[in-house]
C-alpha cells in the first residue's frame, strides 16, 4: 500500500483533523500525543503525519513531501502556491477584515502614506492593488491590533474570530474581504500517482464534513 503523507498545523486544525480521520477508521493516537516527535504513523492504514508551522503547510505539499494537507484559507491564499484545494473542511471559520478606528478622528497619528499593518503581506498587496489604492504595508508576525492603537498602521488587516480582540483595543471592523476555514489540500502529482489513496480520503473527508452538526 502506497503510503500518504499528510502536513498538519500543530493546534486545533490539527484535533479536528483527527476527529474526522477517527471516523474513517484512522488511528491518531499518535499523532494526538507526539511529544517531540514531528513525524508520526497509522502504520496499519500507511499514514504518515508530519505537524508543521501553519505556514509551512503548503510548502511541504507543493513539494510532494507531503500528498495532503489541512490549512486555513487564509494561509493558503498568503501563500500564493499552486495546490488543488479539494475540500472546505468548515471548521477553523474566521473572517478576513480590514479593522481600525470607527471613528477616523482618533487615529493618533496622521501621515501621507496610509499603513496597513498585517501578517498577510500578500493578500494586502492584492486587496488594495485591487482597489486601486496605494499603500504602505508593515508586516507583523502577531499582536497586529497594537498597529493602529499605538499609532504604527493606520489600519490592520487580520483575521477576525469572535471579534473580542478587536473589541479590547477599540477597534471595529471596517471592511470584509472573505470568509476563512480549513481547507485539505492536495499535491497535484499526488493525485495522479495515489489517485485511489487521496480519493478515498478526499471523500471519505466530505462524508464526514457534511454529516457534522
Ligand atoms: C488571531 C488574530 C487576531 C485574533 C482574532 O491572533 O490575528 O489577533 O486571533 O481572534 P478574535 O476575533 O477571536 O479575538 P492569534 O490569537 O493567532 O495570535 P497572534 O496575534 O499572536 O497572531
Redesign the pocket.
Known amino acids: 500500500m502506497d503510503v500518504i503523507t499528510m502536513a498538519l498545523a500543530k493546534g486545533r486544525l490539527a484535533e479536528e483533523t483527527f476527529s474526522l480521520l477517527e471516523k474513517l477508521g484512522v488511528d491518531c493516537s499518535e499523532p494526538r500525543n507526539p511529544g517531540r516527535q514531528l513525524v508520526l504513523w497509522d502504520r496499519k492504514s500507511s499514514i504518515r503525519f508530519i505537524l508543521v508551522k501553519p505556514s509551512d503547510v503548503p510548502v511541504y505539499v507543493d513539494h510532494g513531501v507531503a500528498d495532503l494537507g489541512v490549512v486555513g484559507k487564509d494561509t493558503l491564499m498568503e501563500s500564493g502556491r499552486p495546490l488543488y484545494e479539494v475540500l472546505d473542511l468548515t471548521f477553523g471559520k474566521?473572517r478576513l477584515c480590514v479593522a481600525g478606528y470607527a471613528d477616523r478622528d482618533s487615529i493618533p497619528v496622521t501621515r501621507a502614506n496610509f499603513r496597513v499593518a498585517t501578517?498577510y503581506p500578500h493578500i494586502a498587496r492584492s486587496y488594495y492593488d485591487g482597489k486601486g489604492q496605494t499603500i504602505e504595508i508593515i508586516k507583523?508576525?502577531?499582536?497586529?491590533?497594537l498597529g493602529p492603537v499605538i499609532g504604527l498602521s493606520d489600519v490592520i488587516l487580520?483575521?477576525?474570530?469572535?471579534?473580542?480582540?478587536?473589541?479590547?483595543n477599540g477597534l471595529s471592523i471596517l471592511e470584509e474581504i472573505c470568509d476563512v476555514s480549513a481547507r485539505l489540500v492536495v499535491n497535484r502529482v499526488s493525485l495522479k500517482t495515489k489517485r485511489e489513496r487521496i480519493q478515498w480520503m478526499i471523500d471519505g473527508l466530505g462524508r464526514e464534513v457534511r454529516a457534522l452538526p
Open positions: 474566521c501578517k507583523l508576525n502577531g499582536s497586529v491590533e487580520d483575521i477576525v474570530e469572535s471579534g473580542s480582540t478587536l473589541k479590547a
